[in-house]
T-cell receptor, first 118, second 112 residues
Framework: AQSVAQPEDQVNVAEGNPLTVKCTYS??????LFWYVQYPNRGLQFLLKYITGDNLVKGSYGFEAEFNKSQTSFHLKKPSALVSDSALYFCAVRDPASHRGGYQKVTFGTGTKLQVIP | DADVTQTPRNRITKTGKRIMLECSQT?????MYWYRQDPGLGLQLIYYSFDVKDINKGEISDGYSVSRQAQAKFSLSLESAIPNQTALYFC???????????FGPGTRLTVL
């Protein structure tokens, strides 16, 4: 069974400092990996995804994520945090090997609250 | 978010009442989903639909039902609401060629 873990409930970082939000996964095949962001009173918004190719994926709002197959990780990063980056971040994984009637289930992590301190 | 709309945005109801949450999308996607979000649990899939005639149960479908009235509309019903169905409910869509899901703004449901 596939799973995804976000080991930190909350991450605090000073404005202007680099940030990292951690994600590890477990799948039987090669994973499709996603990051979504949720601002207060809003739905989740897509940030970036890894399907194949370059291990470093660039996404919206200056975010990037690095796929590390040996460590089964897909950490979200940004070189310089902004106060407006404060939000809830979700990692998600899809296992192409989990075919079921054409739907390959997407499993979401429990979310990490990012707090950027001015 | 404007491409996927949900009504109502907030609802307070009593145990035993029937509740319907509605979702509409203008993205032209065939695939639609209903999730619930609980603090510390992430998103759990309730139902999903690949087209008007294809509806499937997700991880936590007990106590819920859905209706796909058209490609653009997917409603979620709680036939007899109970307090542990108090949660934030999200509708989402995706197309056939990408894996990206597009979420509505959510409905906050409270069952007293």
């Amino acid at each position: 069974a596939q799973s995804v873990a976000q080991p930190e409930d909350q991450v605090n970082v000073a404005e202007g400092n680099p940030l990292t939000v951690k994600c590890t996964y477990s799948v039987s095949g090669n994973p499709y990996l996603f990051w979504y962001v949720q601002y207060p009173n809003r739905g989740l918004q897509f940030l970036l995804k890894y399907i194949t190719g370059d291990n470093l994926v660039k996404g919206s709002y200056g975010f990037e994520a690095e796929f590390n197959k040996s460590q089964t990780s897909f950490h979200l990063k940004k070189p310089s945090a902004l106060v407006s980056d404060s939000a809830l971040y979700f990692c998600a994984v899809r296992d192409p090997a989990s075919h079921r009637g054409g739907y390959q289930k997407v499993t979401f992590g429990t979310g990490t609250k990012l707090q950027v301190i001015p | 978010d404007a491409d996927v709309t949900q009504t109502p945005r907030n609802r307070i109801t009593k145990t035993g009442k029937r509740i319907m949450l509605e979702c509409s999308q203008t993205k032209g996607h065939d695939r639609m989903y209903w999730y619930r979000q609980d603090p510390g649990l992430g998103l759990q899939l309730i139902y999903y639909s690949f087209d008007v005639k294809d509806i499937n149960k997700g991880e936590i479908s007990d106590g819920y039902s859905v209706s796909r009235q058209a490609q653009a509309k997917f409603s979620l019903s709680l036939e007899s609401a109970i307090p542990n169905q108090t949660a934030l409910y999200f509708c989402a869509t995706s197309d056939l060629t990408t894996d990206t899901q597009y979420f509505g703004p959510g409905t906050r449901l409270t069952v007293l």
